[in-house]
């Protein structure tokens, strides 16, 4: 049986930037992910800002040579009937960028692999708890293997179902849903690479044309003030789109008609109660869970993989007062991003009747974020 120091469950962004960081201060380090290799899945937006994390891992120039789409900035209908762009170029960081997601969550954990990590594709990893760490299964394609580690990560996403066996509990701050479809347009007319953003009076949408040419639209309202099962069905989010002005008239611009099913996800804001314990901690969504109104998931995910990674580090060398300090850095950051998006939703007044706005409606006025439906010369918010 193989004996690691750290285990990590999930090999998103997360997982991958912990696995980097521990493999290259040379800890064993097992990484798995059960996600089926090449998997589509959203969270695409890749913001100027998060080019450095890329940096500080080591994996920028491998990013750069990889089919991800540029983006040179955002374009919202937002808070005013008007469309307002916000280009990239006016902001000292440079272009965005439209991810191919699976070949960037695959770069990562080649990067970690080339760091010295076990990686495992396509595995799930459970475990129990043993005396000096856990007892470990991989289970690939109907077969079992044994393992153990020290500590374990779970940087699963955000079911946290590990931290949550270990009795931390996911605080949500709002019930936000996703529902996304790809669309095909046989024209193949469509260039645009920024992120559209167009507010609705029960939620609000966006839009990023994906490197693979397909555009992907996605709604986001809350769970109890939609019809989910409408909008699963063939035309039901279809129809949901003809609604909006933006989309639409880009749509019929460019003949886009529907190319999959629609798919349905969470997409509110939460955290965990305990973000470590008793030789494990949590990273990444499974930690903190961001509205995509911030795009700021992937970045925040890169960014504390290397935080968690070096709390765990200086654990297993017998210094466990630095996760206290990890966690504390967790709360900054979720307490900062709940002010950002109060400040974006705010800007939204046109529905004074609607629940969904009204739930997030405030007064203060600073406005200081790298989000999706940012406002030209606003900051950016700076996690690094
Ligand atoms: C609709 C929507 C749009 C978004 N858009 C953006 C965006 O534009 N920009 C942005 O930055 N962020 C965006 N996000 C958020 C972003 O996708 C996440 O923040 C990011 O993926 C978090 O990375 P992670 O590594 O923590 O988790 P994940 O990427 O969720 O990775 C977790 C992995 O763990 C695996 N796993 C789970 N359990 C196990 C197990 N037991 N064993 C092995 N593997 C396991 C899962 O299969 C998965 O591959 C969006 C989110 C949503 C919902």
Not at 37 to 42: H, I, L, N, Y
Not at 314 to 340: F, W
Request: glycine share 10%; proline share 3%.
């Amino acid at each position: 049986m193989k004996h690691y120091d750290v285990a990590i469950i999930g090999g998103g962004p997360a997982g991958s930037a912990t696995a980097i960081t521990l493999g290259r201060l040379g800890w064993r380090v097992l990484l798995a992910d059960s996600a089926p290799a090449g998997r589509f899945r959203v969270g695409e937006g890749f913001p100027p800002s998060a080019r450095s994390l890329l940096n500080d891992l080591g994996v920028l120039e491998g990013f750069l040579d990889a089919r991800h789409r540029t983006s040179y900035g955002n374009v919202s209908v937002w808070g005013s009937d008007e469309p307002h762009a916000d280009d990239f170029i006016f902001h000292t960081h440079g272009q965005g960028y439209q991810l191919d997601r699976a070949a960037f969550d695959q770069q990562l954990r080649t990067a970690a692999r080339q760091a010295g990590v076990s990686v495992h594709a396509s595995t799930r990893l459970s475990q129990t708890a043993a005396e000096d760490g856990f007892h470990l299964q991989l289970s690939r394609d109907g077969q079992e293997q044994p393992a153990h580690s020290r500590w374990l990560i779970d940087a699963g996403g955000r079911p946290a179902v590990f931290a949550r066996q270990q009795g931390a509990q996911r605080l949500t701050d709002d019930r936000l849903v996703a529902f996304y479809l790809l669309l095909h347009s046989p024209q193949g007319t469509d260039q645009d690479g920024r992120t559209l953003v167009e507010a609705v009076e029960h939620g609000w949408w966006y839009s990023v044309l994906l490197p693979s040419g397909e555009r992907l639209v996605t709604y986001l309202s809350d769970l109890d003030l939609l019809d989910r099962q409408q909008l699963l069905s063939s035309e039901g989010l279809w129809q949901q789109l003809a609604q909006t002005r933006l989309l639409w008239e880009l749509c019929q611009a460019h003949g886009y008609r529907p190319g999959t099913s629609v798919h349905g996800m969470d997409a509110g804001s939460g955290r965990l109660s305990l973000f470590h314990g008793e030789r494990w901690a949590a990273v990444g969504d499974a930690a903190l869970s961001f509205d995509p109104l911030s795009s700021q998931g992937i970045a925040t995910a890169l960014y504390c993989g290397q935080h968690c990674a070096q709390a765990v580090h200086a654990a297993l060398q017998g210094d466990p007062e630095v996760l206290p300090g990890y966690a504390d850095l967790l709360t900054r950051i979720y307490a900062a991003y709940l002010s950002n998006r109060q400040q974006f939703y705010g800007m939204e007044k046109r529905w004074s009747e609607s629940t969904f706005w009204k739930r997030r409606q405030v007064r203060k006025a600073l406005f200081n974020s790298a989000g999706r439906a940012k406002r030209a010369g606003s900051s950016d918010l700076g996690l690094t």
